[in-house]
């Protein structure tokens, strides 16, 4: 396995996404390696910044289960979504992403449901870059025209549109 780390660490040297992914699946299972969720965050974000679908899907799984992170199911639901919706990543990806967000989804509250549809892209990529450290909602993340809610982006159909009759919460209502 330290061979596979010395091929991966080379390939993911010269950007390759799936080299980083297998990199942090090393520190996140333990293969061969300590356990390290902070090593495999590491990796993930370097494939995450090339909106790689195994990167979100993996960072989701490690809000969900506050693997490295404080727990943070609104988020990781939003990057399960993200795989989901715009159709990151290959097959495989698709299904794990749509399992990670149905069991989610059966899970958390409505209300959860709804205030993480009303966080703005802005917001979740800040709260993923600071690994959860930055919780702060300031102005340069609320929704406006140009920065639109998730629930507003063009991701849905209009019956399921029309299902999201909610009122956002503040401040991610405008």
Do not use: C
């Amino acid at each position: 396995m330290a061979d596979n780390k010395a091929r991966y660490e080379a390939l993911a040297a010269k950007g390759d996404t799936g080299a980083m992914i297998a990199l942090g699946l090393l520190y996140h299972q333990g293969d061969d390696v300590p356990v390290d969720f902070g090593k495999a965050m590491d990796w993930y974000l370097k494939a995450y910044a090339k909106t790689n679908g195994d990167a979100l899907n993996n960072i989701g799984v490690m809000y969900r289960d506050g693997l490295g992170v404080a727990k943070n199911p609104k988020v990781a639901y939003l990057l399960f979504l993200a795989v989901h919706m715009e159709g990151l990543g290959d097959e495989s990806t698709q299904i794990r992403a749509g399992r990670n967000l149905s069991r989610l989804a059966e899970s958390l509250p409505k209300k959860d449901i709804e205030e993480a549809l009303s966080y703005t892209w802005p917001y979740v990529d800040q709260i993923v870059k600071s690994r959860g450290k930055n919780i702060t909602i300031r102005k340069d993340v609320l929704p406006t025209k140009d920065r639109p809610r998730i629930r507003d982006n063009n991701w849905w159909l209009d019956s399921e549109r029309k299902s999201m009759d909610f009122q956002s919460p503040p401040p991610w209502n405008y």
